[in-house]
């Protein structure tokens, strides 16, 4: 009988950690797109990437404006081309206002001696589209500077 009643207090305890746990997890992700919402309202609905440092230099993009950030590839050509209205990696547009998430999961400045303290440390910008798959901007990949990853982050709204 007391086993039963533990069993149940552990059980019950648990649903409500998890319950806790996603109320938490939404309203952090209701929060950021409150404040992308914010964002594209004070610039009249309209997506753009606010940048308040030195823009990179380059062509426009017809359809994005002007480049506003270029993060290159460690090796090879390529690079990730903020735009002032869209992001174009590799093949693939992506105008911000199909953004719907944005996170930074900034690096960490320790050594790091095995595979797996260099894949644990690694940065990484996540950036959610609406439609289609999530794009990784990896520290592994991409020069990732955890400051500027995060205005641009901070300049798209989340």
Do not use: C
């Amino acid at each position: 009988m007391i086993t039963g009643i533990v069993f149940l207090l552990i059980l019950a305890g648990g649903a409500a950690l998890i319950i806790w746990y996603l109320k938490s997890f939404y309203a952090e992700r209701d929060n950021r797109a409150k404040k992308a919402e914010e964002h594209r309202n004070k610039h009249g609905g309209e997506s753009i990437l606010e940048w308040n440092g030195s823009l990179a230099s380059g062509a426009p993009d017809a359809e994005f404006g002007k480049l506003v950030v270029v993060v290159p590839k460690k090796r090879g050509d390529g690079a990730a081309l903020f735009y002032e209205k869209g992001l174009v990696l590799e093949k693939r547009r992506l105008p911000y206002s199909e953004i719907k998430d944005v996170l930074l999961e900034a690096a960490t400045e320790n050594k790091k001696y095995t595979l797996k303290q260099a894949v644990r440390d690694m940065g990484v910008l996540w950036i959610y589209p609406k439609k289609g798959t999530t794009i990784g901007l990896r520290e592994m990949s991409y020069q990732f500077d955890n400051e500027i990853m995060e205005k641009i982050k901070q300049g798209l709204g989340f």
